[in-house]
């Protein structure tokens, strides 16, 4: 019955989840009554989606348009990086904000109007994961068929990771990130101290300046390093945590499965037993009737002995 489980999973997928459960009990019932064990077993393995998943499920198959393009940009996003442009990279990091506050805007309005309570819709958490898709194409693909049942986040650093450049100066090479702290380096003719030794700085305090400087920029790095180091260890521990999560859901996904097939076999063992039990208690009605009727034709054949007995008797 494909018929009947695309057009269960578009029901379930687009409406409001509160009514998940029953409509796929109904359409359960519905399967387990014609006869078609396969297609209720599919059904009843089709999983409730938290409400910021239904939100996204929704903005995909209400409007699948909206859904090509924001796959079209993360695939500039991605080129873009991987080629190191930082220019595009930039002006593709504004669209995609701006695209994803649009696609929140339509989720919010698609889900308003299929009988949400716009106060209690998680939007943050559907702007997650539509960033996330954004970010990595194996989110993507799962955003795009409609059947999300968890929200997404991108489990990288910042928004997306940004190339590091080698700035090269009048003198010695640096490293630094785009967008952090401009490099120093070579001749700076708008500061005081070059060019003239008797006015500002003198060459120690530029020198004692410089290595302030350094020492700076080392704390910082040394600072990131370590929050990076703490952000991977809280990482790593919530994807066990959660893949701890999902070995559970299955399981018990799986004991419900084997539950109800149980109760499929134990079901279809009932109706064979109830179709003979019709047939014995038929059989039983048969044996009654023939019994009386030989009764009857005993008790005639009895009788006709006795007339003929008695005729012989009157005849002596």
Do not use: C
Not at 202 to 221: F, L, P, T
Request: no cysteine.
């Amino acid at each position: 019955m494909p018929g009947v489980i695309d057009d269960v999973v578009r029901r379930l997928y687009e409406e409001p989840p509160d009514g998940f459960v029953a409509t796929r009990a109904a359409a359960v019932d519905q399967a387990r009554a014609a006869g078609d064990r396969e297609t209720a077993k599919r059904l009843a393995a089709l999983k409730k989606p938290t409400v910021a998943a239904w939100v996204v499920n929704l903005l995909v198959r209400k409007r699948p348009d909206l859904i090509g393009e924001l796959v079209e940009l993360s695939g500039a996003l991605r080129a873009a990086q991987r080629e190191l442009q930082g220019g595009q990279l930039r002006e593709l990091s504004q669209q995609r904000r701006a695209f994803v506050s649009a696609l929140v805007t339509a989720a919010r309005k698609l889900a308003v109007a299929a009988g949400a309570g716009a106060a209690k819709l998680p939007m943050g958490e559907v702007e997650a994961t539509l960033t996330a898709a954004l970010a990595d194409p194996e989110i993507a693909e799962q955003v795009q068929t409609g059947r999300l049942i968890r929200a997404a986040a991108y489990a990288g650093f910042g928004e997306v990771p940004r190339p590091r450049l080698r700035l090269i100066t009048g003198g010695e090479d640096e490293d630094d990130l785009v967008g952090s702290t401009p490099v120093r380096g070579g001749m700076n003719h708008d500061e005081p101290g070059h060019g003239d030794s008797g006015q500002g700085e003198s060459d120690a305090e530029s020198a004692a300046r410089e290595a302030r400087e350094r020492a700076a920029r080392e704390r910082r790095r040394r600072e990131v390093e370590r929050r990076r180091r703490e952000l991977r260890r809280e990482l790593s521990a919530a994807e066990a945590g959660e893949r701890r999560a999902d070995d559970q859901l299955n399981r018990a996904e799986s004991a419900e499965r084997d539950a109800e097939s149980l109760v499929d076999d134990l079901e279809a063992e009932l109706a064979e037993l109830e179709r003979r039990r019709t047939e014995a208690v038929a059989e039983v009605g048969r044996r009654k009737l023939a019994r009386r009727t030989a009764e009857r034709e005993a008790a005639t054949a009895r009788r006709r002995v006795g007339d003929v007995q008695a005729a012989l008797d009157d005849l002596d």
